[in-house]
């Protein structure tokens, strides 16, 4: 009945599982958005796990959460982690949390 | 509340209720949005107050009425000095401990996957953040921003 705010679009290789958020990061659609990638990266269980937010309109603090629980999330299987096309937008709040220490975040080209 | 000085009067305001429902997390802050865009704010400030709002609504939900659903309540007064204030108030739960709550990374919620970040980045993004709250009896948050001058814009460029 209620439209999901954001969808998940992935792409396996044999080096990489890209995940591909579409629309809004917050708390509403993070709890999609987790399930979805956690079932994904248990199914593959690839050596790098590809967070990409090129498509992302909005993200409030609920994409931290979603992020840092990704990360070590990928880390218990032994997967490197990483969040391309990190919009200037979506940079601020990360910076806010300081989370570009401790998650390798590329910014959009 | 009355305005303080004269070259402040209240332009617009716009009020509404919706239930606790995540949903309305992204409603919310597209109404509020909506209301402000008659302000021309800059696509900066214009996040800067969506993103407040979200992190407001998300609290009510998350925290607020963490045991039983109720109403968030949003007031949004526009001024003539491109001034404006967001009041978002709950029945909720209340909070204990302000001080702490406001903290960088301070979370209730240990479940779930939560930042502690909220208040943070609503304090970033706004001017002015002011929480009150009645443990038991609910919270209000009034978040406020001086918007630019679009003229001033202009002459920068």
Do not use: W
Request: charged fraction near 25%.
């Amino acid at each position: 009945m209620i439209r999901e705010s954001a969808t998940v679009t992935v792409n396996n290789t044999d080096t990489c599982l890209i995940v591909t958020i579409n629309g809004d990061i917050d708390h509403h659609s993070a709890r999609t958005i987790r399930e979805r990638i956690d079932s994904e990266l248990f199914f593959y269980r690839p050596p790098l796990l590809v967070l990409n937010l090129k498509n992302v309109d909005f993200m409030d603090s609920s994409g931290l959460g979603l992020i840092l629980g990704r990360q070590s999330r990928a880390h218990e299987l032994g997967c490197a982690f990483k969040v391309i096309n990190c919009s200037p937008r979506t940079r601020k709040i990360f910076e806010l949390a300081g989370l570009e220490r401790i998650v390798d975040i590329v910014d959009t080209e | 509340m009355q305005s303080k000085t004269k070259d402040k009067k209240l332009v617009n305001q716009f009020y509404f209720v919706l239930p606790s429902l995540s949903i309305n997390e992204s409603v919310s802050r597209a109404v509020t949005g909506a209301f402000c865009a008659q302000m021309n704010p800059t696509i900066e400030e214009l996040a800067d107050i969506k993103c407040s709002v979200s992190e407001a609504v998300t609290n009510c939900i998350v925290h607020a009425y963490r045991y039983a659903p109720g109403d968030i309540y949003i007031t949004v007064s526009l001024y003539s000095n491109r001034s404006l204030r967001i009041v978002i108030r709950d029945k909720g739960v209340g909070i204990d401990d302000i001080k702490a709550a406001r903290a960088p990374l301070f979370t209730t919620d240990t479940t779930g996957e939560r930042s502690g970040m909220g208040f943070a980045v609503m304090e970033s993004f706004m001017d002015k953040v002011k929480v009150l709250s009645h443990p038991g009896k609910g919270t209000k948050i009034t978040l406020f921003k001086q918007l630019s001058d679009p003229s001033e814009a202009v002459k920068n460029q």
